[in-house]
């Protein structure tokens, strides 16, 4: 498809289990985010993948988050061991990446995934 | 640190007419972006309008214009002829260059409604 790719839409899951989101970013984008966004709340920043840079993991809450970008493309968000907290809609993202900041490159949002934990 | 406030957490406007939506940023780095999107009660998020730091002029798309003040660090979003589907969330989100980063941040977001 021609837009950014989240699966699953939903997901519900047992407190402590594992869960895998996934995102397909637009073709030819060489950055991807994610972030979490909570009831009414804003975006919070998780995890950003540039090109083949080190990923910025600065916003990962805790060591049950990580994420890896095979291949400069798909890009799996996971989280152990899952706490009730940890209920929200996940956004991917991804745009260009140049690197300049100067340049008008917004970023192309997924639908989300919806993780509700019980 | 890089920093985006939105100090507006709701904002009530009369169709037809206009809005704005405050946004005041805090960085040390002369390259920026900043980017306003739209977030419906649906979800998407919805890119609106760019400003770069280097912009001689303010930016304008369609009904959108953002009313960029570079020595107050402000970049307020100035919606014209409101409309009832433009009721939502805006973000405000700045993309600078510390370190090479280029990541985006965002600010906590205005819920805008629209009044018949």
């Known amino acids: 498809g021609a837009g950014v790719s989240q699966s699953p839409s939903n997901k519900v899951t047992e407190k402590g289990k594992d869960v895998e989101l996934r995102c397909d970013p637009i073709s030819g984008h060489t950055a991807l985010y994610w972030y979490r966004q909570s009831l009414g709340q804003g975006l919070e920043f998780l995890i950003y993948?540039?090109?083949?840079?080190?990923?910025?993991k600065s916003g990962l809450p805790s060591d049950r988050f990580s994420a890896e970008r095979t291949g400069g493309s798909v890009s799996t968000l996971t989280i152990q061991r899952t706490q009730q907290e940890d209920s929200a809609v996940y956004l991917c993202?991804?745009?260009?990446?140049?690197?300049?900041?100067?340049?008008?490159?917004?970023?192309?949002f997924g639908d989300g995934t919806r993780l509700s934990i019980l | 640190a890089q920093k985006i406030t939105q100090t507006q957490p709701g904002m009530f406007v009369q169709e037809k007419e206009a809005v704005t939506l405050d946004c005041t940023y805090d960085?040390?780095?002369?390259?920026?972006?900043l980017f306003w999107y739209k977030q419906p009660s649906s979800g998407e998020m919805i890119f609106l309008i760019y400003?770069?730091?280097?912009?001689?002029q303010n930016a304008t798309e369609g009904r959108y214009s953002l009313n960029f003040q570079k020595a107050r660090k402000s970049a307020n979003l100035v919606i014209s002829a409101s409309q009832l589907g433009d009721s939502a969330m805006y973000f405000c989100?700045?993309?600078?260059?510390?370190?090479?980063?280029?990541?985006?941040?965002f600010g906590t977001g205005t819920r805008l409604k629209v009044l018949a």
């Open positions: 960085t040390s780095d002369p390259s920026y972006g």
């Open positions: 993202a991804s745009s260009l990446g140049g690197r300049t900041p100067l340049s008008n490159q917004p970023q192309h």
């Open positions: 989100a700045m993309r600078d260059g510390p370190r090479g980063t280029y990541k985006y941040i």
């Open positions: 993948f540039q090109g083949n840079s080190a990923p910025d």
């Open positions: 400003q770069g730091s280097y912009d001689q």
